[in-house]
C-alpha cells in the first residue's frame, strides 16, 4: 500500500508534463507579436519543462516497480523530490505570482508530488 503515493506522484507529475507540452502552442501564442527567437526560447522552456517533468515520472515509478526498497531507488526518489521542491520553490516566485490558475498551481503539484514521493519511499 506505501508505494501507491509514489505512483500518485507519478501520475500527477506526467499529467502536469503532458499538460505543458500540449500548452506550449497556446503559450507562445499568448505573447503576441514577438521575435522568432524569443518565440523558439518559449517554445523550448515549455518543452523542456515537459519533458523533465514526464522523465521526473518515469523514474520514479519505474524504480517503485523494479526495486522501491533497493539503494538506488532511494537516490532516484531524493533526486525526484529534489528536482520538484526546486521546482516548486521556482513556480513560487514567478508563475504563482500570474493571475492565471493553472501557473498559481504549478508550486501545489510539485510540492504534493514531492511529498507523496517521500511519504512511500521512507515512510
Known amino acids: 500500500m506505501q508505494h501507491i503515493s509514489p505512483y500518485l506522484a507519478a501520475a500527477m507529475t506526467t499529467l502536469w508534463g503532458v499538460t505543458h507540452l500540449f500548452a506550449t502552442k497556446g503559450v507562445v501564442a499568448g505573447f503576441g ?3 522568432p ?4 526560447i518559449i517554445t523550448m522552456e515549455w518543452i523542456v519543462e515537459g519533458v523533465a517533468l514526464v522523465s521526473t515520472a518515469t523514474f520514479v515509478a519505474a ?3 523494479f526495486q522501491p526498497e ?3 531507488s532511494s537516490a532516484v526518489y531524493g533526486i525526484a523530490i529534489g528536482t520538484l521542491v ?10 504563482f ?4 490558475l493553472p501557473f498559481r498551481l504549478c508550486p501545489f503539484i ?7 514521493i517521500a511519504w512511500g519511499a521512507w515512510a
Open 70 to 72: 533497493a539503494s538506488v
Open 86 to 95: 526546486v521546482l516548486a520553490i521556482a513556480s513560487l516566485f514567478t508563475g
Open 97 to 100: 505570482q500570474i493571475a492565471f
Open 33 to 35: 507579436a514577438i521575435t
Open 63 to 65: 524504480a517503485t516497480l
Open 37 to 40: 527567437d524569443n518565440r523558439r
Open 110 to 116: 510539485f510540492g504534493a508530488s514531492a511529498a507523496l
